[in-house]
């Protein structure tokens, strides 16, 4: 599955270049607080997106036997072969970085393609600005409410969930935690 993913990103990241990922939880408080240094309306590049993934693929562990078709043009390569010319060709590419939007708003870490990362970080912040006290842009929220109201309840969890009941498992694979009743 790792490799399928990859191969969706590659051909978003090489082939389109044109895209903007606000992160909704950042994972690192560090460019955070780089993001509480800017003023309202301005943007920084911290980085690349292999540096930032560098110490989570070095603990990877892999499995000697994949059942998908792990060629890298035409190359047949291993799990760990895919993983290390991803980060060096294709993470290598993305931008890093964190904005503000407002002055009442927490700054939002975002990623785009070096070749056009200052249009998405234009955007980002055009379409965060009009959500004042939260700084994330209004697209993607309304994009989640959508997902909600169509797909009843928003996340994969719940889809999952559904397709167990659907055949007979319930909850039975759900720990204890997302067993609780709300």
Not at 75 to 104: C, H, K, M
């Amino acid at each position: 599955m790792a490799i399928e993913s990859m191969k969706v990103l590659r051909r978003l990241i090489d082939g389109h270049r044109k895209f903007v990922c606000v992160a909704s939880e950042s994972g690192d408080r560090d460019y955070l607080q780089f993001g509480q240094a800017l003023r309202p309306l301005e943007y920084l590049i911290l980085g690349t997106l292999d540096e930032r993934i560098e110490r989570y693929v070095s603990d990877l562990e892999y499995s000697p036997r994949t059942t998908v078709d792990n060629r890298w043009d035409g190359d047949p390569l291993t799990a760990q072969e895919w993983v290390i010319r991803f980060r060096e060709e294709v993470a290598s590419q993305v931008l890093v970085g964190v904005y503000r939007a407002s002055a009442l708003a927490p700054p939002q870490v975002f990623y785009a393609h070096r070749d056009h990362f200052e249009l998405a970080a234009a955007i980002a912040i055009a379409d965060s600005v009009l959500l004042p006290d939260r700084g994330f842009p209004m697209l993607i929220d309304l994009a989640d409410r959508a997902c909600k109201s169509a797909y009843g309840g928003g996340s994969l969890r719940d889809i999952t969930d559904a397709a167990y009941a659907r055949f007979g498992a319930g909850v039975r694979y759900g720990s204890e935690r997302q067993n609780r009743p709300d």
